[in-house]
């Protein structure tokens, strides 16, 4: 069964950047609409970027001039760029995009496992 897997997270010191990524499990499958979502503990999940399938973006006010989601679909994957990182944006990271694989009808909307992202000193 196909999965949307991440990547890119790790320890970064603040005003640092990292990218996230994230890609269907298995060859053959386009990322649409999908947004990025963080959890931090002891916090609610809460949506910080996402992407409409025309290419309209939309950020939350904590990270706007900071984070960027974009799409490849040559390589059918999904990116976040943080940049200016703080130690509030310390969570785990979630990708979730609808997937379409060949010979579907529709789409599918898929999450990812999660990748840790930590800034500090």
């Known amino acids: 069964q196909v999965q949307l897997v991440e990547s890119g997270g790790g320890l970064v010191h603040p005003g640092g950047s990292l990218r996230l990524s994230c890609a269907a499990s298995e060859s053959g499958f386009s990322i649409s609409t999908m947004s990025w979502y963080r959890q931090a503990p002891g916090k609610r999940r809460e949506r910080v970027a996402g992407?409409?399938?025309?290419?309209?973006?939309n950020y939350a006010d904590s990270v706007k001039g900071r984070f960027t989601i974009s799409r490849d679909n040559a390589t059918n994957t999904g990116n976040l760029q943080m940049n200016s990182l703080k130690p509030e944006d310390t969570a785990v990271y979630y990708c979730n995009a609808d997937l379409r694989g060949i010979g579907w009808s529709r789409e599918w909307k898929y999450w990812g496992q999660g990748t840790q992202v930590t800034v500090a000193s």
């Open positions: 992407l409409s399938k025309g290419g309209i973006t």
